[in-house]
């Protein structure tokens, strides 16, 4: 009787389990249907060969009210692909047999590495992804531009020339050895990765122009968030206390700043004798650093016709003294795209560091500012951090700038237009020249003008403050 009652379960059993599966048969639309797609085509910006891109995604749906059977998702060109996918958790070109519930969605994401090659200009990689539901089949293109690149990867750098036949891609970081020159030449284009500086223990001389700008920035040119300009995404040029002499003309250093500056110049410079600097910039901008724009300790920079704006901190910030010559220059940050403008003035001009709670670093501080706009959000954009332990010597004429406090007695003043609106011509374009009603026209001091200005236009005998003419 046992043996009866166990048999007859058996069969109840396998009778259950097949009425089940005929009904998830039935659940399954084995015939038309209807998918779609998050996307009509996956683009992927420029990817320089042999590094990876970022990761994309889109969703296959199931608009229909039962369960579906995709056949297959596989890429169209398969092991030769240039593309590599995932699909919902697994890493294949080609997959089989992937059901989809009712009006749910699977994920399929996609990357790509493109191999090098003998082209100069960017080229188009392409390839589609091929779905296939009850036979009919369906796709969606992958697109992207793959460019060659010179990779400077974890390198020390000897005395050398980079030409604008290639761009230069800089991994993990670069150094310009002590003694050494890195000269770069018009229009190079340099793309900086992730956390990495280009350091410099010698010298760097960099000859851009109006036309061919050289244009240092981050690498990552496929990402689609706030188009192209996202502050932080590496860290800068970094000075070291060997460099001697520095040129930059015409450079664009853009979305720095990550650890600390875009521009970031170490202490010491012993030639505060002459008029030698270690650091010459002319006609160069620097914008969306998440740090520091410039930051600079106990050291000689000379700035003429330079651009700072957007910058996380202070557009331009020297600490422990040194020695300072900027004239026609606009520093200016409101915030927004990443930038908190909050409790960090456009400029800091301190004669000390301060080491700990208690103690700090004194340093004879030496500024020549002339023709400059400092101006941004805050009620005051210029300061003056000072102690007496060294030498606070601040000269600053036919400026302007913007403060809700006194000048301090130990700061030299002349000429300079305090808490007036630049106005700009259209700062939401990055537009930082300035409008003909703006007090900033014919307010410069004529004996300290330059030829030109920072897009070489020529300046009048009535000068306007500011770098653009």
């Known amino acids: 009787m046992k043996r009866f009652i166990v048999l007859i379960s058996c069969v109840l059993g396998v009778v259950l389990l ?3 599966s005929s009904c998830k048969k039935d659940r399954l639309l084995t015939e038309g249907g209807r998918i779609g797609f998050s996307t009509d085509t996956l ?6 060969t042999t590094m990876g891109s970022v ?3 889109f969703k296959i749906y199931n608009r229909n009210d039962r369960s579906i059977n995709l056949s297959s998702i596989r890429l169209e060109k398969g092991s030769s692909s240039f593309f590599r996918l995932n699909v919902d958790g ?3 070109n080609d997959i089989s047999d992937i059901e989809i519930a009712p009006n749910d969605s699977v994920y399929v994401f996609a990357a790509v590495t493109v191999d090098p090659n003998l082209e100069t200009t960017p080229f188009v990689i392409d390839d589609k992804v091929l779905v296939v539901l009850n036979g009919e089949n369906y796709e969606v293109p992958f697109q992207a531009y793959g460019q060659n690149a010179h990779i400077i990867r974890d390198s020390v750098l000897t005395t050398q020339t980079w030409v604008n036949d290639l761009p230069y891609v800089i991994i993990n970081s670069a150094l310009v050895d002590s003694a050494n020159t890195l000269t770069i030449q018009k229009g ?3 793309y900086m990765h992730a956390n990495s500086k280009l350091f410099v223990g010698g010298t760097l001389n960099c000859f851009g122009t109006k036309e061919d700008s050289i244009v240092f920035q981050g690498d990552r040119l496929d990402r689609d968030y706030f188009g192209q300009d996202f502050p932080g995404e590496w860290r800068g040029l970094h000075f070291l206390s060997s460099s001697m002499m520095s040129n930059l003309n015409h450079v664009i250093i853009k979305n720095g700043g990550a650890s600390d500056a875009s521009v970031y110049a170490q202490p010491p410079w012993v030639e ?4 030698r600097y270690m650091l010459e910039m002319n006609k ?3 914008y969306n650093s998440l740090g520091f724009g410039v930051l600079a300790f106990q050291t000689a920079i000379n700035m003429t016709n330079c651009l700072v704006y957007q910058c996380g901190k202070q557009n331009f910030a020297c600490l422990q003294g040194g020695r300072y010559k900027i004239n026609y220059c606009t520093f200016s940050t409101y915030g927004g795209n990443g930038i908190a403008h909050i409790n960090e003035p456009v400029m800091a001009l301190w004669n000390y560091l301060r080491v700990s709670p208690t103690e700090l670093v004194a340093g004879d501080l030496k500024v020549e500012m002339n023709n400059t706009i400092i101006y941004g959000s805050q009620e005051t954009e210029l300061v003056f951090p000072q102690v007496d ?3 606070y010597d601040v000269n600053i004429r036919n400026c302007l700038f913007r403060t809700k406090d006194a000048i301090p007695s130990y700061v030299r003043t002349g000429n300079n237009i305090l808490n007036q609106n630049p106005q700009f011509e259209d700062r939401l374009e990055e537009d930082y020249s300035v409008k003909d009603s703006s007090p900033c026209k014919g307010a410069a001091d004529p004996l300290a003008a330059f030829i030109d200005d920072i897009i070489d236009n020529n300046r009048s005998a009535t000068p306007t403050i500011g770098c653009y003419e």
């Open 188 to 190: 190079c284009r340099i």
């Open 43 to 48: 683009y992927f910006d420029t990817v320089f």
């Open 90 to 92: 697994v890493a294949t």
């Open 389 to 391: 332990a060294a030498n």
């Open 18 to 20: 097949f009425q089940l």
């Open 284 to 286: 160069c901008k620097i």
């Open 272 to 275: 505060f004798s002459n008029n």
């Open 55 to 57: 990761t994309k995604e």
